[in-house]
């Protein structure tokens, strides 16, 4: 988001479901997350300095959730700067976008008073031209790439949704869902971008229940899924999104991120292995279990969605990324370590 005030740094730990595998199934690895970087041109400096970090500890891969820029302007040269960022990751580099990159754009010359259409016209512009840019193969960015699979591919519905992607490392199923802040990118006094957030949001449904069958069919043993927004508030949730998300939903039960939130849930009941949900939007360091929540007539012992976990990476100014360790064999399938 444009301008979220920093806030302090959140420790928590939890715990996560066993789930035994043999020595020849499952093989511990590394990758990074990271997002919200860079929110002036006088942050790349430090941005480029932390990539090189990342590329000295050569992790399998790294994943970008999106704010790749702040309050710059969302020129071509300003994507241009973004480009060059992801060309310095020497191994492959997942991104999913952020609301910066064109939901939250501002042309200079344009108001959003005087010339609501062709503002809006002008958001849905460079979201176009952030998927030609670095959506328009099956290959990942980076120095080092390899195929993705894009929703586009899957389902001629999606055509249009090419920055949705997954693909199978070492057992777990990773996965990208373009769900940004700043309200999703629902307007609805702009009709075109509230039926861009419509179309969008129906396609990210699908694509989360799509990870259900892929799971099964792959055989994984866990699933991280990627998106760039926040969806929940520290507040104990209550009324009928309370039997699906432990922590209230932003927004509201009638908000734009509710349907994720029951998405997920699902996703959580159907596949019972570790899920984690990495995300950037708020620039502060988060690990907990928002779906948590209690089970029959709150029965403290009947706890539902236990394998569902979030982190929230860092973001703008602290330039650091998060170092997610996987092991299948061991307890806490998920470990991190924050990473600068």
């Known amino acids: 988001m444009k301008s979220r005030p920093f806030a302090t740094v959140i420790y928590c730990l939890f715990m996560t479901t066993v789930y035994p595998v043999s020595a020849n199934e ?34 399998d891969f790294s994943i970008h959730v999106g704010d790749t820029m702040g309050y710059q302007l969302c020129s071509d040269d300003t994507f241009s700067n973004i480009t060059n960022s992801f060309q310095l990751f020497n191994n492959p580099l997942i ?74 490392h070492k057992g777990v199923l990773f996965a990208t869902v373009h769900i940004v802040g700043s309200n999703d990118s629902f307007h609805p006094h702009l009709e075109n971008l509230t039926k861009e957030s419509i179309r969008r949001r129906g396609a990210n ?13 792959n055989q994984v043993k866990a699933v991280v899924v990627a998106a760039h927004a926040e969806l929940f508030e520290n507040k104990t949730s209550h009324g009928s999104v309370a039997n699906y998300s ?17 998405a997920l849930s699902n996703l959580a009941k159907e596949f019972s292995k570790p899920i984690l949900y990495i995300h950037g939007d708020a620039h502060k360091f988060i690990i907990d279990r928002p779906l948590l929540i209690h089970g029959g007539n709150h029965d403290p012992k009947d706890l539902r969605n236990t394998n569902f ?11 650091k990324a998060v170092m997610i360790t996987v092991d299948l064999n061991k307890e806490n399938v998920f470990s991190f370590t924050p990473f600068n």
């Open 26 to 59: 499952a093989e511990t690895f590394v990758f990074m997350a990271l997002g919200d970087t860079a929110y002036k041109d006088d942050r790349y400096a430090d941005y480029h300095k932390l990539i090189e970090r990342i590329n000295k500890h050569e992790p």
């Open 95 to 168: 991104y999913t976008p952020g609301d910066n990159e064109w939901a939250d754009c501002y042309k200079p010359d344009l108001s959003s008073d005087t010339n609501p259409v062709e503002f809006a016209d002008y958001r849905l512009e460079r979201l176009d031209t952030l998927r030609k840019l670095y959506f328009s193969t099956n290959q990942s960015l980076g120095k080092k790439t390899f195929k993705l699979t894009r929703q586009s591919y899957v389902d001629q519905k999606y055509a249009e949704f090419k920055e949705n992607s997954y693909w199978v």
């Open 205 to 217: 449904y699908a694509w989360i229940m799509n990870l259900i069958e892929v799971a099964k069919e």
């Open 246 to 262: 432990g922590q209230q939903v932003r927004g509201g039960h009638l908000g734009p991120y509710v349907g994720y939130v029951y």
């Open 309 to 319: 976990t979030r982190l929230q990476v860092y973001g703008d100014p602290e330039d």
